[in-house]
């Protein structure tokens, strides 16, 4: 009904005071309903708009940024691995043939120079000597009869009563008794050589570290029967690109990387020949002498040097992976007219070297930008955050 209307049927019903009346009643309760509606919804309307504020405010993630700065260099380092070897190491074996009576030492033992570790069976060397003496002795009867005779012949030959010719065989005799003699000291003693070359003795001192073969085996001279290492004096042999090895001073100290442990050695030379496979040189560094290596353990050499380039360092949680082999880090610029609210921007960088935990990049980024440090992954460029108060001083 319009208002029109209404005053029309007022105006038809003030013929009659109390149909008035109640007509008047309902047009002022309809009103003031209608007020009533409007205020409420109007009340409902603002009330979701400020709800929907709150929790667009509370949406906003906050960031740890930080101002970056550019660097005109980085120090790069760079690990190479090798080897620890013992610097002496030696299979050992007899020199002469024979049959092994008794070891001495076995493997893990640690032995002195000059110990016995091994011998052969001396039975028949000890019968063969003792026949050689006994021809010796008869040698030398040998000649003190040999002498007599051409004493003998000599006296007689000067008196007359023997010709030159009985003499010259009486000299010939003794000096050939003289000669047996010799020969047979020599098998003598050739013999009292190999009954030292018997035992088995260790040229330096170190470690056995394996038996090749037991109590009774028969072996040829040479043959190896034991290993001795020597673990008093290690060194690590370490192939380098030729170029690198260049850069490299006999006598300096190098940093290596053992067990976990960062040790240092000294470089004892360069071998000057390249490795056919490897294309590398082999660096000789001696280790200290409290490194309680074992021959043949992983060792790495660390080396670092200083490369001439321009870029920036960022923690690798700035990091994002990003399109043809690049990497994606986002930039803070402030919103208008808000207080600690950024809104996000996407920089494309290169990685140049990277660390565990950093790396060191070149790309769009510029000096004093402000980055994201940490979760990156979680943005998307364009949106609104809150950064933390660090994102207003540089990096330290």
């Known amino acids: ?124 060397l000890q019968a063969d000597r003792a026949q050689l003496v006994a021809a010796l002795a008869e040698n030398r009867a040998s000649v003190k009869l040999a002498r007599q005779t051409r004493n003998r012949q000599r006296d007689l030959n000067a008196k007359g009563h023997a010709s030159d010719q009985t003499l010259d065989e009486a000299e010939s005799e003794l000096e050939r008794a003289t000669a047996a003699i010799a020969a047979t000291q020599a098998r003598i003693d050739r013999l009292d050589v190999d009954l030292a070359d018997a035992a088995l003795v260790a040229p330096f001192s170190g470690t056995i570290t394996r038996r090749l073969l037991d109590e009774g085996a028969v072996v040829t001279a040479g043959a190896p029967v034991m290993r001795l290492i020597e673990t008093t004096a290690l060194e690590a042999k370490i192939g380098l690109p030729p170029r690198i090895a260049a850069d490299l001073t006999i006598g300096s100290r190098l940093d290596f990387d053992w067990r976990d442990t960062r040790r240092q050695g000294v470089l004892r030379t360069i071998l000057p020949s390249v490795g056919r496979s490897s294309r590398t040189l082999t660096a000789v560094i001696d280790l200290p002498s409290n490194i309680a290596a074992q021959d043949g353990e992983l060792i790495e050499l660390v080396l670092k040097d200083n490369v001439q380039e321009s870029g920036f360092w960022l923690p690798n949680d700035a990091l994002t992976e990003g399109l043809r082999g690049l990497w994606s880090v986002y930039t803070l610029q402030p919103e208008p007219d808000s207080d600690g609210l950024y809104r996000t921007s996407r920089a494309e960088v290169e990685i140049l070297y990277a660390e565990a935990d950093r790396s060191f990049v070149a790309g769009t980024l510029n000096d004093g930008d402000h980055v994201v440090w940490h979760g990156a992954h979680r943005l998307t460029a364009g949106q609104t955050v809150k950064a933390d108060p660090s994102a207003t001083q540089p990096e330290g």
């Not at 008794?102 to 640690?110: R, T």
């Open 1 to 124: 009904m319009t208002m029109a209307n209404r005053l029309s049927t007022i105006k038809h019903l003030s013929g009659n005071p109390r149909q008035f009346l109640i007509s008047a009643g309902m047009i002022v309760a309809l009103i003031g309903g209608t007020a009533l509606i409007a205020g409420w919804i109007t009340g409902s309307a603002s009330a979701q708009n400020a709800s929907k504020e709150a929790s667009a405010a509370a949406r906003i993630l906050p960031v740890e940024a930080s101002i970056v700065r550019i660097e005109d260099s980085y120090e790069r380092t760079r690990h190479f691995p090798g080897l620890i070897a013992a610097r002496r190491s030696v299979d050992l074996g007899f020199q002469i043939n024979g049959m092994i009576a008794a070891f001495s030492a076995d493997e893990g033992d640690s032995v002195a120079k000059g110990d016995v570790l091994a011998s052969i069976d001396t039975d028949r």
